[in-house]
C-alpha cells in the first residue's frame, strides 16, 4: 500500500492558520470590547442614540437565528469573528500599525458589504460626514485593539512555536 507523504510546508501553513484564527477569535472579544467602551463614551458627550443597524442587518439575513438581541449578537459576533483573520495576520508575521490599518479596511468592508446586501445601509460616501467621521473612529478603535491584542497573542513567547 502507498503512503501520502504529508507536505510539511503545508503542516506548517495550517498550523499558523488555525493557530492564528484562534488568537484572533480572543483578539476580536478585546476589540469589539474596545470599541464598545468607546462608542459609549462617544454617546454620553454627543448624545448620539446606540445604532439599531446591526440588528436590522442581521434580522434581514437568510438563515439568521431568531434572537432577542439580534443587535448585541450582530455587534459582537462580527468583531470576535472578524478578529480571527487578525489573529491569521499576526500568526503570519503581519503585525504592528500597518496591518492593523489593513485590518480596518477588512472591517469596514465586512459591514458595508453585509449592511448593503440586506438593503440597510448606503454607501458610505453618501453619508453625512460626522456620521462618516464617527463609524471610521469606532473602526480604528476595534482594529487596532484586536492587533494590539492579536499581535501580544502571537508572539513566540506567549504561543506555542511555528514548529510545533
Known amino acids: ?16 492558520l488555525l493557530r492564528g484564527a484562534a488568537h484572533g477569535l480572543v483578539a476580536g472579544a478585546v476589540g469589539t470590547a474596545a470599541m464598545t467602551l468607546g ?18 442587518t442581521m ?18 459576533g462580527q468583531g ?5 483573520v487578525r489573529g491569521m ?21 465586512n459591514d458595508q458589504t453585509w449592511e448593503n446586501a440586506t438593503g440597510v445601509g448606503a454607501p458610505p460616501w453618501t453619508w453625512p460626514r460626522r456620521e462618516l467621521v464617527i463609524a471610521l473612529l469606532h473602526k480604528g478603535v476595534y482594529a487596532i485593539g484586536t492587533g494590539l491584542a492579536a499581535d501580544r497573542a502571537g508572539e513566540p513567547e506567549i504561543c506555542f512555536p511555528v514548529f510545533l
Request: hydrophobic letters at 40%; proline letters at 9%; aromatic letters at 4%.
Open 59 to 76: 434580522m434581514r439575513t437568510p438563515g439568521s437565528p431568531a434572537t432577542r438581541a439580534p443587535n448585541l449578537l450582530m455587534h459582537w
Open 1 to 16: 500500500m502507498h503512503r501520502l507523504r504529508q507536505d510539511p510546508v503545508r503542516s506548517r501553513t495550517s498550523r499558523v
Open 39 to 56: 462608542e459609549k463614551l462617544e454617546q454620553a458627550i454627543t448624545g448620539r442614540p446606540d445604532s439599531r443597524v446591526p440588528a436590522r
Open 80 to 84: 470576535i469573528l472578524l478578529g480571527a
Open 89 to 109: 495576520m499576526a500568526d503570519s508575521g503581519l503585525r504592528g500599525p500597518w496591518s492593523s490599518s489593513m485590518f480596518a479596511v477588512v472591517r469596514l468592508t
